[in-house]
C-alpha cells in the first residue's frame, strides 16, 4: 500500500483534508467566494471537496483542480459528475506548481499543499501568478501554537519548519499581503480530523481481514495515532487565510495564455 492509497483510505471520513469542521469551511468560503461571475483555482485539490462545496448554491461560478494525485481526480470527476457540476468543473493530473492557465482567477485556494510549493510564501506566489487583479487567495498551512517539545520533534517534526502564529501573519503581511479574514483550527477541530483520519484506516483494516495490506495498515493507523497523542497534538496548529492586495500597479500578466489539457 503506497502513501496516497493510505491517505486516500484515512480521508473517507474527513474529506477536507485538513482540521477544519464542515461550519468552518462553509464560513470560509462564504467569505471568500465572490458574488456573481467567477472562476476558482484549488492548486493541490486532491479529491475536489472544496472545489464542490464552493460551487454548491452558487451556478455562475466555475472552477479548477489541480493535484498529481490521479486517482484523487478520478473520484473528484465522479463527484462533480454526481453533483451536476461536470460541465463547470475541471481537473488537471499535474504539479501544481508547474500548472498554467489560460484563464486568471478571481479567488486561488491552495489548503494544506504549501508542501508543494516549498512553504507558505512560496505558495502564495504561485498562486498570486494566476489572480485576476484584485483576486483573492485563500491559504491554509501549519504553524506552531507553542515552541514544539521532544515528543514533537521526534515524531518527525524540525523545529524550524513553521513559525508561531504572529510571525506566520507577520511574514505574509511583510509580503505585500493583507489579511481579510482568518481561521485558527480549534483542538476539537484538530482531533476530530486526526480520529477520523486514524479510525478510517484502521476500520478499512479490520473489514479486509485477508488482504494484504492489512497489517500495514493497522500499523500507518497506529504510528500516526502514537505520533499525534504523544507527540505533537495542542503544539502543531493550523490557520487558513483570506489575503488581498492592495491596488498597485497593473499585473504583468496576459488573461489568454496556453491551455492546459485536461487529464
Same mark, same amino acid.
Given at each position: 500500500m503506497h502513501r496516497r492509497?493510505?491517505?486516500?483510505?484515512a480521508h473517507t471520513l474527513h474529506p477536507i483534508a485538513a482540521p477544519l469542521s464542515a461550519a468552518s469551511v462553509r464560513t470560509l468560503l462564504d467569505r471568500a467566494v465572490p458574488d456573481g461571475e467567477a472562476r476558482l483555482l484549488d492548486l493541490g485539490c486532491g479529491s475536489g471537496t472544496w472545489l464542490l462545496r464552493a460551487q454548491a448554491g452558487r451556478p455562475d461560478l466555475r472552477a479548477d483542480g489541480v493535484d498529481n494525485d490521479a486517482d484523487a481526480l478520478v473520484a473528484a470527476r465522479a463527484a462533480a459528475d454526481a453533483a451536476g457540476l461536470g460541465d463547470r468543473v475541471a481537473f488537471y493530473a499535474q504539479d501544481a506548481a508547474g500548472f498554467s492557465s489560460p484563464h486568471r482567477y478571481d479567488l486561488v485556494l491552495s489548503i494544506g499543499a504549501s508542501h508543494a510549493f516549498g512553504g507558505m510564501l512560496p505558495t502564495l506566489k504561485a498562486a498570486e501568478s494566476h489572480l485576476v487583479p484584485g483576486g483573492r487567495v485563500l491559504v491554509g498551512d501549519c504553524f506552531w501554537e507553542h515552541e514544539p517539545d521532544r515528543g514533537t520533534l521526534d515524531s518527525g517534526f524540525a523545529a524550524d519548519e513553521y513559525d508561531d502564529l504572529a510571525t506566520t501573519v507577520d511574514r505574509v503581511v511583510a509580503e505585500g499581503w493583507v489579511p481579510l479574514y482568518g481561521h485558527v483550527s480549534t483542538l476539537q =477541530? &484538530?482531533?476530530?480530523? =486526526? &480520529?477520523? &483520519?486514524?479510525?478510517?484506516l484502521s476500520r478499512w483494516a479490520l473489514d479486509h481481514p485477508g488482504d494484504p495490506d492489512h497489517v500495514q495498515a493497522l500499523n500507518a493507523a497506529a504510528a500516526h495515532r502514537a505520533a499525534w497523542l504523544h507527540g505533537y497534538r495542542g503544539t502543531l496548529g493550523f490557520v487558513t487565510l483570506l489575503l488581498g492586495r492592495e491596488p498597485g500597479p497593473p499585473y504583468a500578466v496576459s488573461r489568454d495564455l496556453p491551455t492546459p489539457s485536461p487529464s
Open positions: 492509497q493510505i491517505s486516500s483510505i =477541530e &484538530w482531533d476530530d480530523y =486526526e &480520529w477520523s &483520519w486514524t479510525g478510517s
